[in-house]
């Protein structure tokens, strides 16, 4: 399944630039705009635009397009689109106050374990 395989590429390329509290939400039958969010949060705005450059660059190297990449400038809150999955970076200070696991409190949990191996 290609979504498996994006959510995969795009967990391992956060966690490769070390990526905190990485999370990854089944959107399915939830919301129309992808079948997984993944969540994820840097202790700097570097860091934070490092985990979006290496998703962005995976992805590229893999064959699949970025259809948007928002955020990266100011690097508080990047969006990375891949389609059928959604990728939210945040930086520190504004992960909590944007809390995406509660709002969409009704997605399961992916075990990222699964995701990996």
Do not use: P
């Amino acid at each position: 399944m290609q979504d498996n395989t994006i959510l995969q590429m795009a967990v391992q390329g956060a966690d490769d630039k070390k990526a905190e509290d990485i999370v990854a939400l089944d959107m399915k039958g939830i919301s129309l705009i992808a079948d997984y969010f993944v969540i994820c949060h840097g202790n700097s705005h570097k860091q934070v635009q490092a985990i979006a450059h290496e998703i962005k660059k995976a992805a590229q190297e893999e064959g699949y397009e970025v259809k948007r990449l928002e955020g990266y400038e100011q690097a508080k809150w990047v969006l990375v689109d891949l389609g059928d999955v959604v990728v939210h970076i945040f930086h520190k200070d504004d992960r909590h106050y944007y809390n995406l696991e509660k709002l969409w409190g009704d997605a399961q949990y992916v075990e990222l374990e699964k995701v990996l191996n």
